[in-house]
């Protein structure tokens, strides 16, 4: 993950000079009632739980026929990336199913949270 520097550049995330910089910038509050360190986790976690909304359709149902429907690039010939009997239940059940995931519930982890989910740190 990368951070946008005011002069364009692109920078890797640092998340220790993300929680220096709260920890500097929080003089004058009472640290019994804030950590700078669980604000920037939180944070953290915000904008890359943000970050795959972004990059995610809106529906499990949709995202599920989109991985069904999957070509293989080479070969150019259909090659689900789910069985065709999930598939026609999942589709079956679509309105339900769609219904029951709520997707804000994603901002809920801190960034390891998060990170364990969706795959290694990096």
């Not at 080479?74 to 026609?88: H, Q």
Request: a positive charge.
């Amino acid at each position: 993950m990368y951070v946008v520097k005011r002069d364009g550049r692109q920078e890797a995330v640092h998340f220790d000079k993300i929680t220096a910089r709260l920890k500097k910038l929080s003089y004058g509050l009472s640290m019994e009632h804030c950590d700078p360190v669980l604000v920037s986790q939180k944070l953290a976690a915000r904008i890359v739980v943000s970050n795959l909304h972004k990059n995610t359709k809106k529906s499990f149902s949709e995202t599920i026929k989109i991985m069904y429907n999957h070509f293989n690039e080479r070969s150019g010939l259909k090659a689900p990336l789910i069985a065709d009997d999930v598939y026609e239940i999942i589709m079956k059940n679509a309105a339900c199913l769609d219904s029951e995931i709520i997707y804000d519930r994603d901002f809920d982890y801190d960034y390891f949270g998060f990170k364990t989910l969706n795959g290694p740190i990096s």
